[in-house]
């Protein structure tokens, strides 16, 4: 992976995971996206639209069908992340969705893309799955020693981590292929992908206005934060996908686990914080692993 590809992921994976961090701490309710999404599209409308006025009308089937099926899996991923902050702890779902996304979009960019992993690439990959196994508890997951409760949002967060991961393996495979086939700009699928996800948040939100304007009043802050860093984080993704393959910035996207296991665990109080530590350090290594393949 060339070295300014690695940059641009190190940048992105320390604005995901403080736009994570906040999601969590401030107990993001289901219509929180649609603030995000909505404040999204004013920041960053002279750019987007700038981009859009020479580019969309030569948009074919292609690039339309990319940007909806993005629009569509993002709209989910975000919905279940959340939901499974609520359900459990931030240090659980955050490190098991965020190793299984990466797992599963770099075969999926092989099978896809034709890319090639070699032994060093699945030695990095092996490494971030060890890592989120660590993270979220090592073998005492299943130890009869663990608080039943505890172990319950353990085994919730596995769950809601492991769907959200599924889901970030989706657009991670979409989104590359928009701009490294398609050749549409990172930043354009990235704005255009959360303007088709405002229609589809509409009829949820008109059935629980009074829950809309709940979550306004308590939570506009953190969905400025998040609509002003996430953009930025994901559309250097985006770059970094078209300078190295797919399934070697998929997964070092998730040095971020390195930032959450340090800053999060701390902020939030969850506990298990050395063994999560350990589990970080061993992304680290698989991150490593992959930028020199």
């Known amino acids: 992976m060339p070295l300014s590809a690695l940059a641009l992921v190190l940048v992105a994976a320390l604005l995901h995971a403080a736009w994570n961090i906040v999601a969590k701490k401030i107990n993001a309710g289901p219509h929180f996206p ?46 279940t992340l959340l939901a499974g902050y609520r359900a459990a702890d931030l240090t659980v779902v955050y490190p098991v969705a965020r190793g299984t996304g990466p797992l599963v979009a770099s075969f999926g960019a092989a099978l896809l893309l034709g890319e090639t992993l070699g032994a060093q690439g699945i030695a990095g990959v092996l490494g971030i799955t060890t890592g989120v196994f660590l993270i979220a508890g090592g073998p005492a997951l299943w130890s009869a020693a663990h608080d039943p409760a ?10 809601w981590g492991g769907a959200t991961g599924v889901l970030i393996a989706g657009y991670t495979v979409i989104d590359g292929y928009a701009v490294k086939v398609a050749l549409v700009s990172p930043i354009l699928v990235d704005w255009m992908n959360n303007v088709l996800r405002i229609p589809l948040q509409l009829p949820e939100a008109w059935t629980d206005r009074a829950g809309v304007a709940n979550e306004w009043r308590t939570r506009w802050r953190g969905a400025l934060l998040l609509a002003a860093i996430s953009p930025v984080g994901y559309v250097l993704v985006l770059y970094a996908a078209q300078q190295a393959p797919l399934s070697h910035v998929a997964p070092a996207r998730e040095v971020s686990m390195l930032f959450a296991a340090l800053i999060g665990g701390r902020l939030l109080g969850e506990t298990d914080r050395g063994l999560r530590l350990l589990g970080a350090a061993c992304i680290a290594g698989g991150v490593i692993a992959l930028a020199l393949a």
Do not use: K, N
């Open 34 to 79: 649609l603030l995000c999404s909505v404040f999204i599209l004013v920041l960053w409308a002279p750019l987007g639209l700038w981009l859009a006025w020479d580019a969309v009308p030569r948009w074919g089937a292609l690039e339309w069908g990319l940007m909806t099926a993005s629009a569509f899996v993002h709209w989910w991923y975000f919905r």
């Open 150 to 159: 505890q172990r319950q949002r353990v085994r919730a967060g596995l769950a």
